[in-house]
């Protein structure tokens, strides 16, 4: 008869299963920045050690300067900059940059996932009750990140090149605020809650945002990929003039990999109409187009020949604004919008969202990219911000009119 009385006992998966989201809180957040930002890295010491092989079978240099050369592209990931001998480079070779993203994102889910058992649950949130576990987690997340940046950064420098150390932790130390606090606030359960209580208008807008801006991406993307293959035959003859072997070819294909996204926002900002600069006193837009002498490069034979553009180029322009139709659209279509003015603040918010965005990413992509004319190497950040907002919102608006027209007529009742 006692035995009925007594509580009923909880099984051990269902205790391993609470502690595995119960984990140390200071240790797991602090570890956890630190794992985000040495994956990364192991990755770009490796690469640098193997490029050292493959150039003259390591006849130059010793392993030491691989793993300073590599620790230095990764450092670059975070906006470091170098200059050696002079001569400053401060492209920020994006695509190593969306790896570190990668891994801070990735990571920062799993370490949400470990803490998620601490702080109130879901009710007691409803109730009003604060709950600092996401911030505490993701603060102590940064700042891991942070002085793994800073250590790298001391023990890569050396008198004969210069690194920016402080801009690098402080583009570490954002970097893993915003993507890696949010793959915490995500993966802990929290980042649910929060949206729940943001309007329908504003969740929508966002989408909406995230729609347009992959959308004129890829389309840059496409373009970039249909310039090149146009060309191709120009990269081919850069390459046999600089009598490069298989390793060296490897060498400049990695290169190149880590600065396509710079190249996908330079032919996004082309198509926008302002264009880009390829060197002091050069501009490469649909009017017009002019260069002068250029790196041997094999990516830059992408680029259009010089003069006027051609007389088809003036209606690249329509692009932009035809993508953000097509994706509010999209969006929409998902997610009906029945009010006129639902529609219009979708539309609208998401299309000059997107254009800010952009904006943003093709201010990040330039900068100087060697000696002399090549110092400025740059899109036009503020005017490509104009002709974006303009196109993508021009663009939203008239596709959330549209589409909740349509969706009007399909789903209300007839009068």
Known sequence: MTSLLQPPTRSSVEVSADLRHRRPLVLVATLGGVLAAVLPLLVCLAAGVVGWFLTEDGAFGAPRDALRVGATGWLMAHGSGVTVRGTAVTVVPLGLTLVCLWALWRIGNRVGDSISGHGPDADRISDGERDWTVPAAAGLFTVGYAVAVAVTGSLAATPGTGLGVSRATTWGFLMALVVGGTGIAVGSGRAAIWVAWLPP????????????????LLVGAIALVAAFVVDATTAANVL????????????????????????TAFAGSYLLGPGFTVGIDTLVSPGAVVLGPLPMFPLLAALPDAGNGPAWAPWLLLLAPLTAFLAVARVQRRHPALRWEEGVVRGLTGGVGAGILFGIVAGISGGAAGPGRMADVHAHALDVTLHAVVSFGLGGLLAGLAMTWWQRRRYLPAP
């Open 201 to 216: 208008t504003l969740r929508a807008a966002l989408r909406t945002t995230r729609a347009v801006l992959v959308g004129w």
């Open 240 to 263: 046999s003039q600089l009598h490069t072997d298989a390793g060296e070819s490897t060498l400049y294909a990695g290169v190149t990999a880590g600065v396509l996204p710079n190249a």
